[in-house]
Each structure stands twice: as C-alpha cells, then as structure tokens.
C-alpha cells in the first residue's frame, strides 16, 4: 500500500487515539474518519475540550482527587462526615461511590497500588499523604475501597498493617454477590467470600 | 450526586467523547479519565491531531477520497490503470482495499449508500459525479465494492441498472466464505451465496 493513501494529518490521529485504552488500531481509524466525515466544529470542540483539560483540573490539596477548586467540593462540604475517610485507587472510584449516594464522608485518593514488580512501593503512591491527614485531623474511621483484585487486595492489607497501631476503625467495603446475579453465574471466588461473609439477617 | 464531584472540564471531555460511535458514558469516562491522569503534553497533541484534521484534509475532486493534496495520490498515480473504478461506500472502504494490496485501479467513493427512508436518494450521495466521470473519460469497467449489507447491496443493483446501458464492463467484489473459516461457522447466506458463486478449480 502507496504511504500516502492516508492522508499525514488523518494518520497522526489515528496514532494519537491508539495510545488510549482499550482503543485498537481499527478503532482508532474508524473514530478518525468519523470525525473527519463530521462538521469541523465537532472536532474543534472536542480539541478544546482535551485543550483545556489539565489547565482548568488539579489535584485537591487535602484528598488527591481531581477538582476545578483547592480544596475540592467535597473536602469544602461541612455537611459531610469529616471524620470518615475513604481510601479509593483512582478519583473513578471515587465518581463511583459518590453515584451510590450512599457514602457522606470524606475521600483519599491514593492514585495507584502498590505494584513491587514495577517499581511502584507506599512511597509511590499517597500514603504518606493519607497518614499525615491521620495525625493532623480527628479522623475516627478509615473506610478502604480498594479494588478486589490482587494488586487492589494486597494495597488494602498493607494498608490495615499499617494502621494497626493507631486507635482508629479501619473497615473495608463488603465483597459478594452482585445485586441482581444469579449465583449460578457467579464465580467461585466470588461466592467463597459471600459465604465466608454471610451476615445475620435478624 | 452532588453536581461539583466531576469538574466541569472533565464533564465537558466525556460528554464530546460520547458523540463518537462506540463510545458510551462508561468508555468516554475511563477515557478522559486516563488522559486527565497523564502528562498534560500527551491531551495537547491529541488536541493538535483534532484540530488540524479538516483543515489539512479536503475532498479529491476527482475521486473524492479524503486527501491532502488535490487530485489525491492515487488519482494523479499514472501508474495505475485510470480505465478502471472501483466505487465504494467510504474513504475507509478504499483504505481497507489498499491494504489488500491487489488493486491497482482507480476509485469512487460514493459517500454514504441509498436509504430512502432517510431521505437520501441517488442525488445525495456520488452518483452523478460517477456519471460525469464515465462520460468524460476512458473508463472500461466499473468495480463496484459496496458493503455487503442490505442499504450497500441495494446501493450496487441500482448503480448496475443505472449503468446498463453504457458500453462499460460493471463487476462486484466476490462474496463467500471469509479465508480462515470454518465452513460450519459460516452463516446461512454467506454460505447460500458461497454455493451459489462457486468457481472452477481449474
């Protein structure tokens, strides 16, 4: 195939958009052309849109996550529990639990887990941070909602040793059965520690 | 929710994201989400592809391919056999075809494909221009290669009827089973029309 039968500025694209996740090279070309068959004003809002991205975000001074303001909305509420924290990987997680609508304290963003193979030990990601908020602040519970996979686990058990000489409630987010799943389908990881979790339902 | 927990920037980037195909609230989240997480050079390239896209692109006004220069690097190829067109749908379907590398002919690329229902008839997509070209220059056969969906096969009987009664040789890309396949896996039709276009081995 004669190089120039994509055109240079379509290429770069295509390019650009494979370096995001999930997103392939067909993808990739099938997002570009789209964008080039559209308005050139879709693709300008948009280009602004990424344009403007990390000038207008930063990283809340106090809980890590991404926010227009310093502090973010949620370290600003009075209304929330100040004195719960809880431990997420990512600001995702946190968009997450905040669309449960059920969680009213405060959020610590830790912006990894710990990854030993790839170099990424406590000092890599904030939990420094995370006890310095400790000692300052009349914290009574650390709340972690680490994922449950294997690196997710193992952060979430580091970080339980770790507390452990503090007078503070450590709790972790309940592991089972999805809402709504047939436990036929459910895996048997899944199902051991729904069983190994099973509460009481007086 | 509170309104404020997603900054209106990052907002702003999944709501444009989600207008492309394939690209739901969840995907165009975990998207701007990871370009928030990454160097702020890496959104500002992406910005630059977007927005020098429709500028440093325009129509081939010969065979209307999406192209930098005009007529595009295929159409002012004299090495290719300029007697032969091969009409498809879009600019993606003339890539896909030069990856095959086994055509050496020139193109048409129609814009879209008869549907009525949406209100685009044989005037709104690249009929008369493919006319034009028939009238005016050389042409010995016209290859069509539209999709095999239903809109792209009715697309290729009316271009054939509407071709019939010039001195043109008009063809079809073969359909069939795809190479690699299982024949048990192949569906009905593909198969039926497998069958039915069977060739000579000799």
């Known amino acids: 195939m004669s190089q120039q039968v994509i055109p240079q500025a379509l290429e770069r694209l295509i390019l650009d958009l494979t370096k995001l996740p999930g997103i392939g090279k067909k993808t990739a070309s099938r997002l570009a052309l789209t964008i080039l068959r559209r308005p050139a004003g879709e693709a300008r ?6 344009a403007d991205l990390h000038s207008s975000i930063q990283l809340c001074s106090c809980c890590f996550t991404f926010s227009e303001n310093d502090p973010c909305a949620i370290c600003a509420d009075y209304k929330r529990d100040a004195s719960l ?3 997420v990987e990512q600001p995702g997680d946190l968009i997450a639990i905040e669309k449960a609508g059920n969680y009213l304290g ?3 963003i ?9 170099g990424i030990g406590p000092n890599e990601i904030k939990i420094r941070e995370l006890e310095a908020r400790l000692s300052t602040n009349k914290i009574k519970e650390v709340f972690i909602a680490t994922s449950s996979t ?3 686990e193992a952060t ?9 000489n503090r007078s503070i409630l450590v709790t972790r987010l309940a592991c ?7 436990i036929k389908y459910a895996d048997k990881h899944t199902l051991a520690r729904a069983i190994a979790s099973r509460s009481k339902t007086t």
């Not at 809002?45 to 990424?50: M, R, V």
């Not at 089972?176 to 047939?182: A, C, K, N, S, V």
């Open 176 to 182: 089972g059965i999805p809402m709504g799943m047939d």
């Open 156 to 164: 979430a058990n580091y970080l339980i040793d770790r507390l452990l």
């Open 45 to 50: 809002e948009l280009a602004g849109a990424l």
């Open 85 to 87: 924290i809880c431990v």
């Open 150 to 152: 294997v690196p997710g």
């Open 110 to 118: 830790l912006h990894g887990v710990l990854a030993p193979m790839d």
């Open 106 to 108: 405060h959020y610590h």
